[in-house]
Every structure is written in structure tokens, then in C-alpha cells.
């Protein structure tokens, strides 16, 4: 029985230190295929942890997430080689995105282990990098909560991410580059803001029926579902309207004239002068973007 657990280890040994060698060397494709006929004979943390960990070198998050999980399930796995599934799933929900959960995930896991205590120190480092703000902060948490909703509501994102600058200034980002006809965003119609959306509210009905007839119909529209939906506390859009900024002086629109002569020459001038145009004056050519007319 000691030869045969002895037999057992080495074995275990051969085919891990095979692996790290060549995660080493950075053939994740030929260390996973080692994993792989591993796990063909026995189901391990160790088998998992190490394969889930190529899978997040290779931006294969989902996959890698799907083998940390399996490997959290090992009821008999190594302290070690659990600790490394942890680890992995919480590199995972990063690489998806899932900033949130993944804190909260190594948070929920914490049992005194060194470790886990300093990916978790790491990670909340990370975090405040990444988005502009500590975690825990209300910003964040709005914003945390609006990708949530996307993602619940069919949205798909998976290679963006979203980063706080300031009262007025968000960013969006792309974590690795655009793959040609690759999926980069992709937003169902129910969250998409449309005139139709609009025009569906008591307000737009209203409108409608009146028949009055409005230069810019379909921005008129779309503001008033805005203003309805922002005036409604249970809303289905609340997690969209919470992150809009409640400063918009750093709008082109609200530029001084001085500001707006630093434009000429891009393509903004022309929707800086279709706005003021739409107030100011009864006809103007706008290079063929509109024309807007009294009669």
C-alpha cells in the first residue's frame, strides 16, 4: 500500500512538473493536452488549477473559470492546489470582467491563509487601478451595478471595460485587441434608447397625437423616455440613469466661443453649429447632414 501511494505520487509529480515546465515556456496548448489526458483517468484540484491557469494565459476566461470551479469541488485536493483554484477564478471573473465578484468571491474565501490575504491586497490594488476609484466606492458600485444589469439583460461585452476618470469623464476600453469580424459588443434591442421608446410614453403619445411637428423629432423622442424614465424610481433603466454624470460642462455643446474655434476643422463643428443652428436660425446648410426649414 506505501509503494503503491509512493507509485501514485511520483506519478502525480511527473505530469505536473511536465506541465509548469512547459507554462514555463509558455506552450499553453501542449500543457493543457498533458491536463487533459490526466483528467481522463482522475479528477483533481491539482489537474484543474494548473489547467485553468493556461486557460487564463490564453484569455480563455469562461474555460478557465468552468475548470477553477471543478477544481473548488475536490472535496480530498491539496490546501495548495485548492488555494490555486481560488486564485484562478478569481483571475477568471477579472478577466471577464466581473470585478465585484471577484473580490467578493476571495473575500468569502478568506480563512487566514497568507496567500489568499495578498492576492486579495493585489487585487483591490488592481482594482482602483483599473476603475479609477477604490473598491467599496459609491461610484463604483453604480457602476458595478449598471454592468451587472447589462449583462443580465443579454448584453455582451466580454473585452471592454469601464473606467472612472472624474464627475464628467468615463472611459472605455478594450483589454486585448479587436479580432477582424471577432464579436466585440453586442447590446439586445430592449437596451437600446430609441425615438419608438419615446413616442410609446404618455408624454410621446401625447405629442403624437397632437401632431406638432419637430425639427429634431427623434432626439426630442428619445429625451423625453430619458426624463420619464428618470423621474420613475422603479424603473427598469435605474441602473443606466445612476451612472449618468451630473455635470455636462464638458459638453461641446456648452463650450465657450473660444473653445469652439480650438474645433475648426473636425467633424464636430458641424454637430456644435446643427445644434445652435436648430435654435437660432430658420434655415442653415449644414454640409448635407440637414437642412432645417419654417414655413
Known amino acids: 500500500s506505501t509503494q503503491s501511494t509512493w507509485d501514485q505520487k511520483q506519478k502525480m509529480d511527473g505530469w505536473a512538473l511536465k506541465v509548469k515546465f512547459l507554462m514555463e515556456q509558455q506552450k499553453w496548448f501542449d500543457a493543457i493536452n498533458i491536463c487533459n489526458l490526466e483528467s481522463k483517468t482522475e479528477k483533481s484540484a491539482a489537474i484543474s488549477a494548473l489547467r485553468s491557469a493556461c486557460y487564463n494565459k490564453l484569455c480563455s ?7 477553477a470551479e471543478d477544481g473548488l469541488k475536490d472535496t480530498t485536493g491539496k490546501k495548495d492546489d485548492i488555494q490555486q483554484c ?4 478569481v483571475d477568471a471573473l477579472w478577466g471577464l470582467g466581473d470585478y465585484k465578484e471577484s473580490i467578493d468571491f476571495l473575500e468569502g474565501r478568506l480563512k487566514g ?4 490575504i495578498a492576492k486579495l491586497e493585489a487585487v483591490k490594488k488592481q482594482y482602483e487601478k483599473e476603475c479609477g476609484l477604490p473598491f467599496g466606492h459609491p461610484t463604483c458600485v453604480k457602476m458595478e451595478t449598471f454592468i451587472k444589469w447589462m449583462k443580465e439583460n443579454g448584453a455582451i461585452f466580454d473585452n471592454i471595460r469601464m473606467r472612472y476618470y472624474g464627475p464628467d469623464y468615463r472611459g472605455v476600453h478594450c483589454t486585448k485587441d479587436i479580432e477582424q469580424n471577432g464579436l466585440f459588443l453586442y447590446v439586445p434591442k430592449k437596451l437600446i434608447i430609441t425615438s419608438q421608446a419615446g413616442k410609446e410614453t404618455p408624454i410621446g403619445e401625447m405629442i403624437v397625437k397632437s401632431q406638432i411637428q419637430l425639427n429634431w423629432d427623434y432626439l426630442a423622442f428619445i429625451t423625453v423616455h430619458l426624463l420619464t424614465q428618470f423621474h420613475d424610481p422603479n424603473s427598469m433603466w435605474k441602473p443606466y ?11 461641446p455643446m456648452f463650450y465657450t466661443e473660444e473653445e469652439k474655434k480650438m474645433l475648426t476643422g473636425s467633424s464636430m463643428v458641424c454637430l456644435l453649429y446643427t445644434s445652435d443652428a436648430a435654435d437660432d436660425t430658420p434655415c442653415v446648410d449644414l454640409g448635407g447632414r440637414r437642412i432645417i426649414q419654417t414655413k
Do not use: G
Open 61 to 67: 476566461y469562461k474555460q478557465a473559470l468552468s475548470d
Open 86 to 89: 481560488v486564485i484562478q477564478k
Open 113 to 116: 491563509e497568507s496567500i489568499l
Open 241 to 251: 440613469m445612476d451612472v449618468y454624470p451630473k455635470n455636462v460642462d464638458n459638453f
